[in-house]
């Protein structure tokens, strides 16, 4: 595990400033004070791919005009993030590099935080990259697997190491891409990058690819789903980590889309301390499971004992809390979001205001 967190250190942060707002962090955290570490960003809902797989085609698809997140707001949501602790922000989509200001982007984020961006590769070059290193980035998560071997360019990414942007390939992680999987575990060992693994949500996907994932999981190599430096088995979505959308609502994953707030309407530090408390309570290996025996072999492998009161519901794909608790405390959200909402609930023929059927 200690060699995990240190090849997870080393590969993620690029200056001493880095350096000391990460240690701090970390020591707050384990003292059990509350604290905002990592930010995910979506700051465009634009895509020039369409995978079938996609969490977030609902987001995408049911915004006739998707805006970008204008980059003075990307500078005041990270400003108030980093009072509260902010150590990561991952720049994600819809596609990050369809936006000709990303650079502007990535220079509005504090620069003592560490900035790491998600992308299918497809619009990359090596300009482009070496104008993200000069706005600040510090690592570039390159999608991986059966939906972007086109795109994957590993000259690009070699590249990146070069110029001191540290590469992570992110994957997913279900049976069918466990070749791809052991690709990137190969290429990363050759060329010094790590391979980041997403939990699948349940969409047009099927589960977690459990033999391999608790085989690798613990790899120096891997980086977590979420926070790379923890080395915690919990998942930090609601308390140590948040997702805001490109207008505004705040979630607790990128993989559920349940709003929690909205930061044209709130102080984030307000939305985060109510997300906190609700979500602090409750103990979980990943909030996305929906599978009871799953949550029992994750609990096992884990050595925890996480309640099965947390198991999400597959009522709506988009967000597995739908008919749990911890629906509590949700919001409608933003215009775009009553947008999604109503696609949503017209795709499950049932009445917009009408929840998803009772719970488990
Ligand atoms: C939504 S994409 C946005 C960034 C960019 N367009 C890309 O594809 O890299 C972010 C990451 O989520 C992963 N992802 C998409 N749908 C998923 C799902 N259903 N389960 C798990 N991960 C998923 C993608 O493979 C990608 O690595
Ligand atoms: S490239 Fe990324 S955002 Fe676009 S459809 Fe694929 S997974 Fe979704």
Known sequence: MLRK???QFQLGVKSPRQAARVLASEAKMRAGIRTLRSLELAVTW?????CEFCYAEDLMKAQ???PHMPVDEVARVTREAHELGLIHVNVTGGEPMVRKDIYDVVDAIPKDVVVSLVTNSTLLTEE??????????????MSYGSYYLKSFK????????EKGISVTLSVVN???ERENIQNAFAMAEEDDFSVLFNYPMIYNNVGLDSEYYWKMRYHPRCREDNLFWS???RCPAGTHKLYVTNDGDV??????????GNVHEEPLSVIHKRMYDQFIKHKSFCLLETCDKQWEENNKRSGRNYSKELVGTNHDPFNVFEGTKLMEGTVPGSTLAQQMHKARAAAANRPENQPAPASR
Do not use: F, W
């Open 5 to 7: 967190a240190l090849k």
């Open 46 to 50: 634009i895509c020039n791919l369409d």
């Open 64 to 66: 006739q005009k998707p």
């Open 128 to 141: 482009k990259i070496d104008r993200l290193k000069e706005a600040g980035l510090s690592t570039i998560q």
């Open 154 to 161: 590993r000259d690009l990414a070699r590249y990146c190491v």
């Open 174 to 176: 279900i049976e069918s």
């Open 231 to 233: 080395g915690k088995d």
């Open 251 to 260: 979630m607790t994953c990128d993989r559920i889309h349940a709003i929690y």
